[in-house]
């Protein structure tokens, strides 16, 4: 069996395992999941787009993810298993290549598919049909696969719980000397509720620090309706952004009401760093954390909650110590880059190994799944 990885985006894997090692940036997790697989990469094609893929981008996706899929269905048979990092370059892949005679085995990691586009593209690409196996970091998204399209336990897996986070680069160290007063950290656009984050800190003798950068001219508009003298937001580099987590006294993710998984990857980097986290509550490991006291919850949208929160945290320094421990622990211990890498390898070759099956090439999609 020969492993493939479609990958979402155009990414030199080496480049970033090469200065990973140098301490520059956190490990891609891929990188070591091609390693551990004997896989090839294949990125994005950027040239020789056709007016097709441009009007199939439309439904998911981008022109570059539907050509790729164009190139792969001619390259891939049924003795190949492609694991697809993204439904933008998976469905693409799974429509092309899984009405083939002889089809590849298709995996396809879906981050986000409850929301209109994502239900529409399963509509009308009607790729459930060519998918072998469905994964995701989302009870929610595992649970709308199973529940609104009929999908096994066997074809939807949830592998891990959260994503992989480099714990060789996001570590605990010092604050920087500058700091003149406590600094509230937050990070990323997507879903986040940076009003509310504005109304609460108001009043607070802090500095409210974002790490947030989009070319979107309109999702910056939307994330920062109000931008008060104690809030700033810049981009910062890997190294920057890992000092950024050093110096917050307080990582606060305030996050509009979703099912997405889009405030992990700074909740478990924010961990890493053993910083103390408030966050806003849902569903999952997230509501699963705040109870068990490892992170601080507040409703969304609850302004007042939120100010009373930081302030408690703030004010009690060893209370803030002992959940920062637990968090750092616990990304230490069970939510970190190798766990992920680890568990996704073992899903994929314990359900497609190394032995080609000759009579599955001629079988029905139906058949195969039973």
Same mark, same amino acid.
């Given at each position: 069996?020969?492993?493939?990885?479609?990958?979402?985006?155009?990414?030199?894997?080496?480049?970033?395992?090469?200065?990973?090692?140098?301490? /520059?940036? %956190?490990?891609?997790?891929? *990188?070591?999941?091609? /390693?551990?697989?004997?896989?090839? &990469?294949?990125?994005?094609?950027?040239?020789?787009?056709?007016?097709?893929?441009?009007?199939?981008?439309?439904?998911?996706?981008? %022109?570059?993810?539907?050509?790729?899929?164009?190139?792969?269905?001619?390259?891939?048979?049924?003795?190949?298993?492609?694991?697809?990092?993204?439904?933008?370059?998976?469905?693409?892949?799974?429509?092309?290549?899984?009405?083939?005679?002889?089809?590849?085995?298709?995996?396809?990691?879906?981050?986000?598919?409850?929301?209109?586009?994502?239900?529409?593209?399963? =509509?009308?690409?009607?790729?459930?049909?060519?998918?072998?196996?469905?994964?995701?970091?989302?009870?929610?998204?595992?649970?709308?696969?199973?529940?609104?399209?009929?999908?096994?336990?066997?074809?939807?897996?949830?592998?891990?719980?959260?994503?992989?986070?480099?714990?060789?680069?996001?570590?605990?160290?010092?604050?920087?000397?500058?700091?003149?007063?406590?600094?509230?950290?937050?990070?990323?656009?997507?879903?986040?509720?940076?009003?509310?984050?504005?109304?609460?800190?108001?009043?607070? $003798?802090?500095?409210?620090?974002?790490?947030?950068?989009?070319?979107?001219?309109?999702?910056?508009?939307?994330?920062? /309706?109000?931008? %008060?003298?104690?809030?700033?937001?810049?981009?910062?580099? *890997?190294?920057?952004?890992?000092?950024?987590?050093?110096?917050?006294?307080?990582?606060?993710?305030?996050?509009?009401?979703?099912?997405?998984?889009?405030?992990?990857?700074?909740?478990?980097?924010?961990?890493?760093?053993?910083?103390?986290?408030?966050?806003?509550?849902?569903?999952?490991?997230?509501? $699963?954390?705040?109870?068990?006291?490892?992170?601080?919850?507040? $409703?969304?949208?609850?302004? &007042?909650?939120?100010?009373?929160?930081?302030? =408690?945290?703030?004010?009690?320094?060893?209370?803030?110590?002992?959940?920062?421990?637990?968090?750092?622990?616990?990304?230490?211990?069970?939510?970190?880059?190798?766990?992920?890498?680890?568990?996704?390898?073992?899903?994929?070759?314990?359900?497609?190994?190394?032995?080609?099956? %000759?009579?599955?090439?001629?079988?029905?999609?139906?058949?195969?799944?039973?």
């Amino acid at each position: 069996m020969r492993y493939h990885i479609a990958l979402s985006y155009a990414s030199n894997l080496e480049l970033i395992a090469q200065n990973a090692q140098a301490g /520059k940036c %956190p490990m891609d997790a891929m *990188w070591d999941i091609s /390693k551990l697989l004997k896989a090839k &990469v294949h990125l994005p094609i950027a040239d020789s787009l056709s007016p097709l893929d441009i009007i199939r981008s439309k439904i998911i996706g981008k %022109p570059q993810h539907w050509a790729l899929a164009r190139s792969l269905s001619k390259q891939l048979h049924s003795d190949d298993v492609i694991f697809c990092a993204g439904e933008d370059v998976g469905f693409p892949i799974a429509r092309l290549c899984g009405a083939k005679v002889a089809p590849p085995k298709i995996v396809v990691f879906v981050h986000n598919i409850t929301q209109l586009q994502g239900r529409l593209a399963l =509509k009308l690409l009607n790729v459930q049909e060519w998918v072998d196996l469905f994964l995701t970091i989302s009870p929610v998204q595992a649970d709308f696969l199973r529940n609104s399209l009929g999908l096994s336990h066997k074809r939807v897996c949830q592998v891990v719980e959260a994503p992989p986070t480099d714990i060789s680069f996001f570590t605990p160290g010092l604050a920087s000397p500058k700091k003149v007063r406590p600094i509230i950290g937050s990070r990323d656009l997507q879903k986040r509720d940076y009003q509310t984050l504005a109304d609460a800190t108001q009043d607070l $003798n802090v500095d409210v620090k974002i790490c947030a950068f989009s070319p979107d001219a309109k999702a910056l508009k939307q994330a920062f /309706k109000v931008m %008060p003298n104690h809030m700033s937001y810049c981009f910062y580099d *890997w190294c920057e952004l890992l000092q950024f987590y050093r110096d917050s006294d307080i990582v606060v993710i305030s996050a509009v009401e979703n099912n997405s998984s889009a405030s992990l990857n700074t909740l478990f980097e924010a961990m890493a760093c053993r910083r103390p986290v408030i966050i806003t509550r849902s569903s999952g490991i997230i509501a $699963n954390l705040i109870d068990a006291g490892i992170v601080t919850g507040v $409703n969304p949208g609850d302004i &007042v909650g939120l100010k009373q929160a930081i302030a =408690k945290v703030l004010n009690d320094p060893q209370k803030a110590f002992e959940q920062a421990q637990q968090g750092y622990e616990l990304v230490l211990n069970q939510f970190n880059h190798h766990k992920y890498t680890q568990a996704l390898v073992t899903k994929l070759t314990s359900r497609f190994g190394n032995i080609n099956h %000759p009579k599955l090439v001629f079988q029905t999609r139906t058949n195969r799944y039973v």
